[in-house]
C-alpha cells in the first residue's frame, strides 16, 4: 500500500481530500495532509508547515506545480514538484515536468518526463504564501544523471 512502510508519515493537522468524482479549478493553499482522488487544475501550494504532506493517488490527477515538504505520487502530475524533505513515486506515478527534491524514492514502473533536480532541504515551504507574484530563489540544482547498461547519460 502506498507510503505504508513508514510509520508517523501523516502531517500533525487535518487531511483534507479532494475526492474522486471532485474537479478543482483554480490554487489550493494547505497545511497538514491534502489527498488527490479527484483532479486539480491549478497548483498546490504548502503553507509554513515542515510537516506537510501532498498524496496523489492512482485515480488522482494534478495540472500544476507542486510544492510541500513531503511529496507522494501514484496517479499524474502535468507540472514541476518541488519537494523539500521527501518525495515518493509509487509504481503508478506519471511525472510531465521537473522534480525538485531533496531526498527521493521511486518505484519500478514510475514514470518522468522530465528533469530529477537535486535540491538542499526546505526549498519548497520556505516561502509559505506563493500568490503575492515574488520568484523564489532555488539554489543551483545538481542534475541526476541515470546510468544504463553501464553507459552514464548526462
Known sequence: MLGSKRNGTTATGGTTLISKDTIVNGDISFSGNLEV?????????????????????????VEGEIRAPRVTINGTVEGSIHASQHLELAPHARVMGDIHYNLVEMSAGAEVNGRLLHTGEAVAGESGNHSGGSVDTIPEPEIASIALSGTKVD
Open 37 to 61: 482522488e479527484g483532479e486539480v487544475k491549478g497548483n498546490i501550494l504548502s503553507e509554513q508547515d515542515q510537516e506537510a504532506m501532498v498524496r496523489v493517488v492512482e485515480s488522482g490527477r
